[in-house]
């Protein structure tokens, strides 16, 4: 069976001494939940910090973004991902609907990020998603179809892909409160995977599914007990030590 993977994307937040605490209580997470595959993505600043914290216990770190362009250059205020990998970065996310929307990333700059990062090393965990809107007018696999395959017509080899991450996250259930309920989420991941398939079968069969949208200790495990959830991207409740423990104990039991 797939392993679970628990990522907590924070955001544009944290303090220098405010992620100290949330650092060591994570790294004792790890302890308790050999099972899951735990992963923290702070802003690019605090990577040093967090290395320093992580180094030689399970949990792994990545980034938030990257540069669409490998190696170096004149690209001002922008990270690649050798640097990425230069701080121990395992993963990073890619397309979040932050990005897609604040940010003016489309689809094409998504599929050179998800390049820009197996170049580096590093796994890329995708973000797709529907706005409300697009849910609404009942386009949420239209608008799926259309993310992803921007990046599935990119990838050429097939062990990239199984190597990915693919993370669920509607638009309307990020920092709403507002979750997806198990089905509604199973539904949209039930549509990913035989999309993938149609590419590659086993890397379909291999590629964790995650959700994220509102995620929480109370309602982590019914979304996990789903056949094709296999963790979550935890934004707000990643920030809270108590909160992300409970949610990688319920990936553990699930
Ligand atoms: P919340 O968990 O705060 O809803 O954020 C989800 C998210 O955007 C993770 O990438």
């Not at 949330?22 to 308790?32: G, K, M, S, T």
């Not at 973004?65 to 001002?76: R, S, V, Y």
């Not at 993310?147 to 709403?176: F, H, K, N, S």
């Not at 069969?205 to 007990?225: D, M, P, T």
Request: aromatic share 6%; charged share 20%; hydrophobic share 45%.
């Amino acid at each position: 069976m797939r392993r679970p993977l628990v990522a907590g994307n924070w955001k544009m937040n944290g303090s220098r001494a405010g992620i100290k605490g949330l650092l060591e209580a994570v790294r004792a997470d790890a302890v308790q939940t050999p099972g899951v595959d735990i992963a923290v993505c702070p802003p690019f600043v605090y990577l040093a910090d967090v290395e320093a914290a992580l180094k030689g216990c399970a949990v792994a770190w990545g980034g938030q973004n990257l540069c669409q362009e490998t190696g170096a250059g004149a690209f001002t205020g922008e990270i690649s991902g050798e640097m990425l990998r230069d701080f121990g970065c395992r993963y990073v996310i890619i397309g979040h609907s932050e990005r897609r929307a604040l940010y003016g990333e489309s689809d094409a700059m998504v599929a050179r990020k998800f390049l820009a990062a197996n170049a580096a090393g590093l796994i890329p965990i995708v973000c797709v998603g529907e706005l409300l809107e697009e849910r609404e007018a009942g386009t949420t696999e239209a608008v799926i179809a259309r993310q992803l395959d921007a990046v599935l017509e990119v990838v050429d080899a097939t062990d990239a892909l199984a190597r990915a991450v693919i993370a669920y996250e509607p638009v309307w259930a990020i920092g709403t409160g507002r979750t997806a309920t198990p089905a509604q989420a199973q539904d949209v991941h039930d549509f990913i995977r035989p999309r993938v398939a149609r590419r590659d079968k086993d890397a379909a069969a291999a590629l964790r599914i995650l959700y994220g949208g509102s995620v929480k200790g109370s309602n982590a495990a019914e979304l996990f007990a789903m056949a094709d959830i296999d963790g979550g991207l935890i934004g707000g409740a990643s920030l809270k030590a108590e909160e992300f423990l409970e949610i990688c104990l319920a990936a553990q039991s699930a």
